[in-house]
Nanobody, 116 residues
Framework: QAQLVESGGGLVQPGGSLRLSCVAS????????MAWYRQAPGKQRELVAR???????NYADSVKGRFVISRNNAYNTVYLQMNNLKPEDTAIYYC??????????WGQGTQVTVSS
């Protein structure tokens, strides 16, 4: 059974919006930081946004002002609201979380394609 499950990817036109969701299974327990990474074809995986348990947030420069990360600790869920999407945002987006150990968890990824 997957520990992190993403949803919300798809095809969108430039300038459009998508909202990604990631739910952690209850058995993983409390999570520390939760984050979104992405990997475009032929490129390395990169951090998009991270939110700590206390609410501290970091964004990649390329998405500042367009993406918003949020989380619901009661449900071990993290979201990524993506606005004003650009073709260069096309990638597989991965959910990431840190649990006690520390142990790093990854989701299976969800495809986001920005194209007209």
């Amino acid at each position: 059974q997957a520990q992190l499950v993403e949803s919300g990817g798809g095809l969108v036109q430039p300038g459009g919006s998508l909202r990604l969701s990631c739910v952690a299974s209850k058995r993983v327990g409390a999570l520390y930081a939760m984050a979104w990474y992405r990997q475009a074809p032929g490129k390395q995986r990169e951090l998009v946004a991270r939110i700590a348990n206390g609410g501290n947030i970091n964004y990649a420069d390329s998405v500042k002002g367009r993406f918003v990360i949020s989380r619901n600790n009661a449900y071990n869920t993290v979201y990524l609201q993506m606005n004003n999407l650009k073709p260069e945002d096309t990638a597989i987006y991965y959910c990431n979380a840190i649990r006690a150990g520390p142990i790093e968890l990854w989701g299976q990824g969800t495809q986001v394609t920005v194209s007209s």
